[in-house]
């Protein structure tokens, strides 16, 4: 069945950069998008962006432009998504979710504190 | 990107139906048939209910439903069962991105 498993909690410092990696498995990994999507801490959901692990091409939200790389590994079946110049306020739950007929397939989320 | 606008917070009793708007531009919504719905329960992953605005995935109940009108998409939930309690999120294509909606609280009451 298709999996796709995060990385563990993260505690950072405002400044800092954090990569949060997200393993698929149960599909062929470079027929369908990842995407990611934040959740800030009580707020809603936020679409980050989007790579396709086929070409390695990549779109980012407008409002991540400059602070984030996603990237990703077909050896391995793993997409990474990097943020940097974290701010208290990139606080939350990151998750990956596979893009095909909508976002069917989401990883458990990874928890990212920024806190000095 | 905006956000799409969705209501804050809708509440019915059991057994009666909810529909929750999402209202987008000619540039998501309106210019593609990409919409879909997103139930949340407070810890919890995500879920897929409706994408393609009114299809729904294999294993959610047909009191779910989808629709769109111009710049406007909606999910029902008719027959609204306890568990239905949740937030919900719409999201739409973009051309190359996607936006969420704010999301919707749905009270059972």
């Known amino acids: 069945q298709v999996q796709l498993v995060q990385s563990g909690a993260e505690v950072k410092k405002p400044g800092a950069s954090v990569k949060v990696s997200c393993k698929a498995s149960g599909y062929t990994f470079t027929s369908y998008g990842i995407n990611w999507v934040r959740q800030a801490t009580g707020q809603g959901l936020e679409w980050m962006g989007w790579?396709?692990?086929?070409?390695?091409?990549?779109v980012y939200a407008q409002k991540f432009q400059g602070r984030i790389t996603m990237t990703r590994d077909t050896s391995t079946g793993t997409a990474y998504m990097e943020l940097s110049s974290l701010r208290s306020d990139d606080t939350g739950v990151y998750y990956c979710t596979r893009n095909y007929e909508g976002l069917q397939y989401w990883g458990q989320g990874s928890l990212v504190t920024v806190s000095s | 990107q905006s956000a799409l606008t969705q209501p804050r917070s809708v509440s019915e009793s059991p057994g009666q139906s909810v529909t929750i708007s999402c209202s987008g531009t000619s540039s998501d919504v309106g210019g593609y048939n990409y919409v879909s719905w997103y139930q949340q329960h407070p810890g919890k992953a995500p879920k897929l209910v409706i994408y393609d605005v009114t299809q729904r995935p294999s294993g959610v109940p047909d009191r779910f439903s989808g629709s769109k009108s111009g710049n406007t998409a909606a999910l029902t939930i008719s027959g609204l069962q306890p568990e239905d309690e949740a937030d919900y999120y719409c999201?739409?294509?973009?051309?190359?991105?996607?936006?969420f909606g704010g999301g919707t609280k749905v009270t059972v009451l």
């Open positions: 790579v396709i692990p086929n070409s390695g091409n990549t």
């Open positions: 999201c739409s294509y973009a051309g190359t991105s996607f936006v």
